[in-house]
T-cell receptor
Framework: DAGITQSPRYKITETGRQVTLMCHQTWSHSYMFWYRQDLGHGLRLIYY???????DKGEVPDGYVVSRSKTENFPLTLESATRSQTSVYFC?????????FGPGTRLTVL | DQQVKQNSPSLSVQEGRISILNCDYTNSMFDYFLWYKKYPAEGPTFLISISSIKDKNEDGRFTVFLNKSAKHLSLHIVPSQPGDSAVYFCAASGGSGGSNYKLTFGKGTLLTVNP
């Protein structure tokens, strides 16, 4: 399917475990982004990527790792999950200012 | 430091009336502004945008106004419909190089349109 997809849509994990959230886009957009949405904070940028093998930190990068070996994929890894990382995570891609968002992953860390 | 502010967490209007959502920004480097709409359990979707060289942009029932001197923008929805009930995010971008494509979001305003 064309567009941007995220998997899994829902995930429950335990403190200290490693979790990887997947993001895939079919538009060949250069830019990709990861956000988290929390009550009272809106959307906050975690990491972004301008192209394959080029990534940079956003506003709240601590505790997260990203990679981008292919243009279409931008996985986000929580190396050792903490309860404060319980959130809804959105991936987005863009070719200019307008970003297109995936459906989100709801992550719960127990 | 919050660079994009949506000071009203919620807004309730009657169907058929005008909805006005407000957004303020502090960074004078921002030169492009967007509004996104978000329904529960879905990702945000792009609604309308405006460049800093304009003061108004219209798309059907949606109009965005930009007042650069006041660092203020607003989204007008006329007439409001129950299907417009959603969270609306204001976002801004600007700067040089790759940072042009980063968006800074406000915290969102929950719009409820009552039948």
């Amino acid at each position: 399917d064309a567009g941007i997809t995220q998997s899994p849509r829902y995930k429950i994990t335990e403190t200290g475990r490693q979790v990887t959230l997947m993001c895939h886009q079919t538009w060949s957009h250069s830019y990709m982004f990861w956000y988290r949405q929390d009550l009272g904070h809106g959307l906050r940028l975690i990491y972004y990527s301008a192209a394959a093998d080029i990534t940079d930190k956003g506003e709240v990068p601590d505790g997260y790792v990203v990679s981008r070996s292919k243009t279409e994929n931008f996985p986000l890894t929580l190396e050792s999950a903490t309860r404060s990382q319980t959130s809804v995570y959105f991936c987005a891609s863009s070719y200019y200012n307008e970003q297109f968002f995936g459906p989100g992953t709801r992550l719960t860390v127990l | 430091d919050q660079q994009v502010k949506q000071n009203s967490p919620s807004l309730s209007v009657q169907e058929g009336r005008i909805s006005i959502l407000n957004c303020d920004y502090t960074n004078s480097m921002f030169d492009y502004f967007l509004w996104y709409k978000k329904y529960p359990a879905e990702g945000p979707t792009f609604l309308i945008s405006i460049s800093s060289i304009k003061d108004k942009n219209e798309d059907g029932r949606f109009t965005v106004f930009l007042n650069k001197s006041a660092k203020h923008l607003s989204l007008h929805i006329v007439p409001s419909q129950p299907g417009d009930s959603a969270v609306y995010f204001c976002a801004a971008s600007g700067g040089s190089g790759g940072s042009n494509y980063k968006l800074t979001f406000g915290k969102g305003t929950l719009l409820t349109v009552n039948p």
